[in-house]
């Protein structure tokens, strides 16, 4: 009896095609840091000098007449919220390199589920790990209210992350986001130090009234740099747009905040206390443009903070004698 190959036959449509590989589904990927050692003010003026690219998608032309730029303000109010609960992000890899970036306290109670551990902050996945350059951070450390030089709620050690798979492995930008749990220090938590800024996982409006945040060293759309780097917070207001890519719908902001804004808080319904909502982080821009991208915070989001409120933290080992930042 004469046979076929199996590859003829199946051009041929004599037999089923092999089905598609299903894609895996998202998956929690933790990541512990080890201790940070010495931070000087020298090195962190490298590091915001260094600060995390902010990745760049390719804008489609549009035609018509080109919106002004939307430039971003020194943010006003230190010590006191929102700007109590963002600081800066100080990150070392494994070769001793160190880059930076911006993160933000949130509040780990939720209504019927306790307090929490008090010791989270939210931040851009990208900032931590990345396999589109092969960034890893071997350690962070988080300051507070950072301005310039001086950071009034110390430094706080990084101890472990969750982020998803699907960015993890592929850069998903939809899931470009992780939640870092820090260490404890003698004083207690660090939201007992800085309180935390609440989150939102339904917003499901198109447009909303808010404000980003971030430590750029850099703004669009030349990427030029700031006269005093990374080490000033600054702050864009406005109404968001939403924009839907292969991956997902995405927030969007006209904003020209650059490099070290990665990770920054898109906050509405803020009050005259300070206090608003969390919707999203600042995830990448588009090359030539100045809208800030962040993903839309769903239940996948709020499934990871559940999993990083009940993280065990460590108590911190106190720093030794150098010339840190100044703390107050």
Not at 88 to 95: H, I, S
Not at 182 to 190: F, P
Not at 268 to 293: A, E, N, P, Q
Request: aromatic share 8%; with cysteine; proline share 7%.
């Amino acid at each position: 009896m004469t046979t076929f190959p199996a590859a003829l036959l199946l051009a041929a449509g004599v037999l089923p095609a092999a089905p598609a590989l299903a894609e895996p589904a998202p998956a929690p990927v933790s990541r512990s840091f080890g201790q940070p050692g010495e931070w000087t003010a020298a090195r962190m003026r490298r590091a915001e000098a260094n600060a995390r690219d902010l990745p760049l998608r390719q804008a489609k032309p549009r035609p018509g007449k080109v919106s002004p730029v939307a430039k971003a303000v020194v943010a006003q109010g230190h010590r006191k919220a929102p700007l109590k609960q963002i600081g800066r992000l100080y990150m070392t890899d494994a070769q001793g390199q160190v880059s930076s970036c911006t993160g933000t306290v949130v509040n780990t109670a939720y209504p019927e589920k306790g307090e929490g551990n008090g010791s989270v902050l939210l931040t851009a996945a990208h900032c931590l790990e990345s396999p589109e350059d092969g960034w890893y951070a071997e350690s962070v450390v988080f300051a507070p209210d950072l301005d310039r030089e001086t950071a009034p709620h110390g430094l706080w050690n990084g101890y472990r992350a969750l982020m998803w798979s699907p960015w993890t492995s592929r850069a998903d930008h939809a899931y470009d986001y992780a939640f870092l749990a820090v260490a404890r220090q003698d004083s207690g938590t660090l939201q007992k130090r800085t309180k935390g800024q609440s989150l939102r996982f339904d917003a499901k409006k198109k447009r909303m009234w808010l404000r980003a945040y971030g430590y750029a060293a850099q703004y669009s759309p030349h990427e030029k740099d700031y006269p005093e780097g990374g080490s000033v917070l600054r702050m864009c207001k406005g109404r968001t747009g939403s924009v839907v890519y292969d991956v997902g719908r995405f927030h969007t902001l006209k904003c020209n905040l650059s490099h070290g804004a990665s990770g920054g808080p898109l906050v509405t319904d803020v009050k005259k206390s300070g206090y608003g909502r969390i919707v999203g982080v600042v995830s990448f821009g588009l090359k030539g443009g100045t809208r800030l991208h962040s993903p839309v915070f769903d239940k996948r989001t709020k499934e990871l903070f559940f999993k990083i409120r009940k993280v065990r933290t460590p108590l911190q080992e106190a720093p030794p004698a150098q010339d840190l930042v100044r703390v107050r």
